[in-house]
């Protein structure tokens, strides 16, 4: 079936410098999308979501964009601190249904 | 509002038993997701339950099961473990309204070992 996957398994990054974390989907009828972030331990916490009718939004330190032409959805988390560490999912939903489908995430390292 | 709550939030169960979990969604969402988190398969979807009724299903055998009380409240059932059920159990709850699909709010989770 039709699933969500992510480019990169492990990102690691300096504090201070910007993430990008990025997530592929194949479902042309998906129409929402969110970013989930678990830290170790804990459940999956929503971070942002954004409708297939948007192209950018933006929350704290956080920006998601969605490109639908090539079926990509990124996280950019500006000035990136130690507390970013955790694992980052994608999710989506398509077609009216109410279960999200999730990436297998991408666990984000941040050195101090 | 107070958060998804969970509990037990530890298990440690033997082969052949059974286990209940359950979760108490947030106040006024009326649907409740379950999914298992494994480090190989990461997060499965097991059942999502709307008004009292198995709205949704993903792929698990029978002796995974669940039910919804009219207060929301979800618990989930694993009969005869096996070893390939120790995971850390996962409840989500979403409002579902008339919109479409809600964002799913994750509980703590329960980590089930089954030894």
């Known amino acids: 079936g039709e699933s969500v996957g992510l480019h990169l398994p492990t990102l690691s990054v300096q504090e201070g410098d910007n993430s990008i974390i990025n997530c592929a989907y194949s479902n042309s009828a998906s129409d929402y999308f969110i970013w989930y972030k678990q830290e170790s331990g804990k459940g999956p916490q929503f971070i942002i979501d954004?409708?297939?009718?948007?192209d950018k939004r933006q929350g704290q330190r956080v920006t998601v964009l969605l490109n639908k032409t090539v079926k990509h959805l990124s996280l950019q988390i500006a000035a990136t601190q130690p507390g970013d560490s955790a694992v980052y999912f994608c999710?989506?939903?398509?077609?009216?249904?109410?279960?999200?489908?999730f990436g297998r995430g991408t666990s984000l390292i941040v050195h101090p | 509002k107070a958060g998804v709550t969970q509990t037990p939030r530890y298990l440690i169960k033997t082969r052949g038993q059974q286990v209940t979990l359950s979760c108490s969604p947030i106040s006024g969402h009326r649907s409740v997701s379950w999914y298992q988190q494994t480090p190989g398969q990461g997060l499965q979807f097991l059942f999502e339950?709307?008004?009292?009724?198995?709205?949704n299903k993903g792929n698990f055998p029978g002796r995974f099961s669940g039910r919804q009380f009219s207060n929301s409240r979800s618990e989930m059932n694993v009969s005869t473990l096996e070893l390939g059920d120790s995971a850390l159990y996962l409840c989500?709850?979403?409002?579902?309204?008339?919109?479409?699909?809600?964002?799913?709010?994750f509980g703590p989770g329960t980590r089930l070992t089954v030894l």
């Open positions: 999710a989506e939903n398509s077609g009216g249904s109410y279960i999200p489908t």
């Open positions: 989500a709850s979403s409002y579902q309204g008339t919109g479409g699909p809600d964002t799913q709010y």
């Open positions: 339950y709307f008004s009292e009724t198995q709205r």
């Open positions: 954004i409708r297939s009718n948007m």
